[in-house]
T-cell receptor
Framework: DTEVTQTPKHLVMGMTNKKSLKCEQH?????MYWYKQKAKKPPELMFV???????INESVPSRFSPECPNSSLLNLHLHALQPEDSALYLC?????????????FGPGTRLTVT | GENVEQHPSTLSVQEGDSAVIKCTYS??????FPWYKQELGKGPQLIID?????GEKKDQRIAVTLNKTAKHFSLHITETQPEDSAVYFC???????????FGSGTKLNVKP
């Protein structure tokens, strides 16, 4: 099973709202990723967690706050977003640097900021 | 850092024809090269990958070739079908590093 699940599928939020995106995998993967994808563009890396520690932050604005409560779960907390943050947010996982390379993506959360 | 370039950006083929998408990379330390297929409204799906110790890998109608010397790798789809229509992304990753560098994508249209 190579399934990564994400909730919700769609989210509409105002610029003053606080919301969270959730991601889960049960493949025993130790690396988890958040990507942002705009239409007709490749996924753009935001954060990487390795063994539940934040290992890469691609200079993402602080209005995006990641959290990795355990090895299976990854959250992205959203606060005071801007309309230009509207995008498809993808979660992915892989075994990590010490394991196989394959990275698997979830279906994404389509976020609209009004 | 790594730079991955992908061509063409769009590709139209007739059903049954072959399709080839090419990527080049800049960092000789990259050693893992996956290909993803992304259908409209879905997340990218890993369809095939290749490691730097292998020159070619096949899985039914799809194959990937790697030329380490020239730093390029290609996706080959034979006997294309309308359901192959999607956006395809190549990527590269360095050993022991949890970051994937993506190409810009190729929109493949298979005409029935």
């Amino acid at each position: 099973d190579t399934e990564v699940t994400q909730t919700p599928k769609h989210l509409v939020m105002g610029m003053t709202n606080k919301k969270s995106l959730k991601c889960e995998q049960h493949m025993g993967h130790r690396a988890m990723y958040w990507y942002k994808q705009k239409a007709k563009k490749p996924p753009e890396l935001m954060f990487v967690y390795s063994y539940e520690k934040l290992s890469i932050n691609e200079s993402v604005p602080s209005r995006f706050s990641p959290e990795c409560p355990n090895s299976s779960l990854l959250n992205l907390h959203l606060h005071a977003l801007q309309p230009e943050d509207s995008a498809l947010y993808l979660c992915a996982s892989s075994q990590g640097t010490k394991g196989k390379n394959e990275q698997y993506f979830g279906p994404g959360t389509r976020l609209t900021v009004t | 850092g790594e730079n991955v370039e992908q061509h063409p950006s769009t590709l139209s083929v007739q059903e049954g024809d072959s399709a080839v998408i090419k990527c080049t990379y800049s960092d000789s330390a990259s050693n893992y090269f996956p290909w993803y297929k992304q259908e409209l409204g879905k997340g990218p799906q890993l369809i095939i990958d290749i490691r730097s110790n292998v020159g070619e890998k096949k899985d039914q109608r799809i194959a990937v070739t790697l030329n380490k010397t020239a730093k390029h790798f290609s996706l080959h789809i034979t006997e294309t079908q309308p359901e192959d229509s999607a956006v395809y992304f190549c990527a590269a990753r360095k050993y022991n590093f949890n970051k994937f560098y993506f190409g810009s994508g190729t929109k493949l249209n298979v005409k029935p």
